[in-house]
């Protein structure tokens, strides 16, 4: 308990802070919108059951309305095809969902190019000066994009062509899967696809390879700009949903103050 306890203190003393990257969720937060013929989540609702009145003198009681992916959320392995016979969100282990962070910054790219695809050559370049990923990490793309959150329209950024928002390529996917020890990639965008991942070969590579590779997404996050490149530690906390192939989530990240 020796350094669960002085991990307390920390926290308790300020040395320790608690950024949240999480984006706060309502009916108002931008969801994914899939084009016909594919079906779309709900957006997420309350429904008042009471309210300090004859329902309820003494409670505010609401019913959640909600789709699994909505908001800030985690991807697990049964939400893709290449990972159907994996892990649900309630049977991830708690110890991968919390880990180092490996914070990769490409806000001049996506500025320049808002569907812009981040290469293994940009994560090789971020390891030659921070050293390799970390085992049982996360990658965080850092791209901007959380300044768009509270913006359905400029969030998804959708025109005649489709949606553009940037991601990964289809071979950083597949080496992120299968060469490098990390749990997951979070990303600050709808999806851990690029808004027009159904051009990669395969079609959305980013859920193809990590899902079916044990590996996992989150999205939407917010405050990047908070962490340093090395050194945060990132907890991922989504409801254990049994069956489930997501899950809102909250997620922090532990920083020295």
């Known amino acids: 308990m020796q350094n669960a306890n002085a991990l307390a203190a920390a926290l308790a003393a300020g ?5 949240d990257l999480t984006n706060p969720l309502s009916s108002e937060t931008p969801t994914l919108r899939l084009p016909e013929p594919f ?9 008042e059951v009471s309210r300090f009145d004859e329902r309820g003198p003494f409670w505010m009681h609401h019913n959640i309305h909600t789709g699994e992916h909505i908001g800030t959320h985690l991807d697990a392995p049964v939400h893709w095809i290449t990972g159907k016979d994996g892990h649900d969100v309630a049977s991830i282990p708690p110890s991968r969902l919390v880990g180092p962070a490996a914070v990769l910054d490409v806000t001049a790219q996506v500025a320049e190019n808002p569907d812009y695809l ?3 050559d940009d994560i090789r ?4 000066q921070h050293g390799a990923l ?7 793309l850092r791209t901007g994009w959380d300044r768009f ?3 359905r329209e400029a969030f998804l950024n959708i025109d005649g062509t489709g949606s553009h928002t940037p991601g990964m390529t289809a071979e950083t996917a597949r080496w992120l899967a299968e060469e490098t020890a990390i749990s997951g990639v979070g990303v600050e965008t709808v ?3 690029a808004g027009r991942g159904a051009e990669l070969d395969p079609p959305f590579a980013a859920h193809h390879h990590l899902l079916g590779n044990d590996k996992y997404g989150i999205t939407s996050l917010q405050n990047l700009r908070a962490l340093p ?3 945060a530690v990132i907890v991922v906390a989504p409801l254990p949903i049994v069956g489930g192939g997501g899950s809102p989530a909250r997620v922090y990240a532990l920083v020295d103050a």
């Not at 040395?15 to 950024?19: A, V």
């Not at 079906?39 to 429904?47: K, Q, S, T, V, Y």
């Not at 370049?125 to 030659?128: C, M, R, S, T």
């Open 125 to 128: 370049a971020w390891e030659a």
């Open 134 to 140: 970390p085992e049982n990490g996360w990658l965080l």
């Open 39 to 47: 079906a779309n989540l709900i957006d997420f609702r309350l429904e």
């Open 229 to 231: 490149a090395t050194g």
């Open 191 to 193: 999806g851990i696809d």
């Open 149 to 151: 959150a509270q913006d």
């Open 15 to 19: 040395t320790i802070r608690i950024i």
């Open 118 to 120: 981040v290469t293994v």
